[in-house]
């Protein structure tokens, strides 16, 4: 039996996750794969067997998983292993609920069986900029999180993927999202600052980005994952129509973690639920448990 994650992470935090995951997983004697989700992976046959266990991590984009997940899925082959989704997101609402329904379906259609999915509160990096201490406090959180999650998933432990009405409601229009980003990633372009290092194009998961003549092109297969304007060195990615809700610069997750009389006022109560329940079931950060 392998553990096998299937991972798209735009500007990293699900990679982390997965990756912390991963490391428990291995700590316990099991044996892994990790494979990220990008264009050039897409075609990549994985060989899995029905004893495996794949765990597919994923950013919640606009309340659904981003498209790059869903094609991916529809290419793996069939089988009866068991899958869990790994999910990140910057609010803890139920509105995200509903994110995993369409990959479960098709999932469940290849013959997989599919045993529920496990939900990080993770930094937006795009629209609202926390604190680096909130970020680190949320990291320490979802570390704490892990090992139990990592216990179920190795105990083969159902964890219902449970989604709200209001979730499938606001998730089926805002599908419109996966259809806009080509054209708005189309709009992004590399402003004077640019030195054209190339580091967009590289870290672009869908290829979108060519440099010609050392200067960055934006095609049409963009999916909004902010890579490119996160990674830039020089801060040098205009977002066109979404620049006003550009947050530029990696979070410091090593900084001192929030109190959470110090948590924004962003998503305060739904923060404040996370952590609190958080450290009342998976231990970690005491601190939220005074709540
Ligand atoms: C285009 C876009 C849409 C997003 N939509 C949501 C959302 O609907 N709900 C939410 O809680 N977080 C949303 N987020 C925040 C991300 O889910 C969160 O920051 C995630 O941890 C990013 O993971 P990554 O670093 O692996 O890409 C969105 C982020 C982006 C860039």
């Known amino acids: 039996m392998k553990i096998v994650f299937l991972v798209f992470s735009g500007t990293g935090n699900t990679e982390r996750i997965c990756k912390a995951m991963q490391s428990v997983v291995v700590r316990r004697g099991f044996t892994t794969e990790y494979h990220a989700i990008t264009r050039k992976t897409m075609q990549e046959d994985l060989v899995i067997s029905s004893d495996d266990s794949i765990v597919i991590g994923y950013p919640i984009h606009a309340f659904n998983a981003p498209r790059p997940v869903i094609e991916r899925i529809k290419r793996l082959s069939a089988s009866s292993a068991q899958i869990w989704f790994v999910k990140t997101s910057g609010e803890f609402l139920k509105?995200?609920?509903?994110?995993?329904?369409?990959?479960?379906?098709?999932?469940r259609r290849k013959g997989y069986v599919v045993q529920g999915e496990f939900h990080y509160l993770m930094p937006y990096h795009i629209m609202t900029r926390h604190s680096d201490s909130v970020a680190s406090l949320m990291l320490?959180?979802?570390?704490?999180?892990?090992?139990?999650?990592t216990t179920d998933i190795l105990s083969g432990r159902r964890h219902a993927i449970e989604p709200s009405l209001g979730g499938r409601i606001v998730s089926g229009p805002l599908k419109i999202?996966?259809?806009a980003f080509p054209f708005i990633g189309h709009a992004f372009h590399a402003t004077s600052r640019c030195i054209g290092c190339g580091l967009c194009a590289q870290v672009c998961p869908t290829e979108n980005i060519v440099m010609a003549q050392g200067h960055?092109?934006?095609?049409?297969?963009?999916?909004?994952?902010?890579?490119?304007?996160?990674?830039?060195?020089?801060?040098?990615?205009?977002?066109?129509?979404?620049?006003?809700?550009?947050?530029?610069g990696a979070y410091d997750f090593d900084a001192a973690p929030a109190k959470p009389?110090?948590?924004?006022?962003?998503?305060?109560?739904?923060?404040?639920?996370?952590?609190?329940?958080?450290?009342?079931?998976?231990?970690?950060?005491?601190?939220a448990s005074n709540q």
């Open 140 to 149: 320490r959180t979802a570390l704490a999180r892990i090992e139990d999650d």
């Open 95 to 107: 509105l995200n609920s509903a994110s995993s329904v369409k990959p479960a379906r098709l999932l």
């Open 177 to 179: 999202e996966q259809l």
């Open 261 to 287: 009389d110090k948590l924004p006022r962003y998503c305060n109560r739904s923060y404040r639920r996370y952590f609190y329940d958080s450290a009342k079931v998976h231990g970690g950060q005491t601190s």
């Open 216 to 248: 960055p092109t934006f095609g049409f297969r963009c999916v909004g994952c902010m890579a490119c304007s996160v990674r830039c060195p020089v801060n040098a990615v205009d977002l066109g129509i979404f620049d006003g809700w550009k947050i530029y």
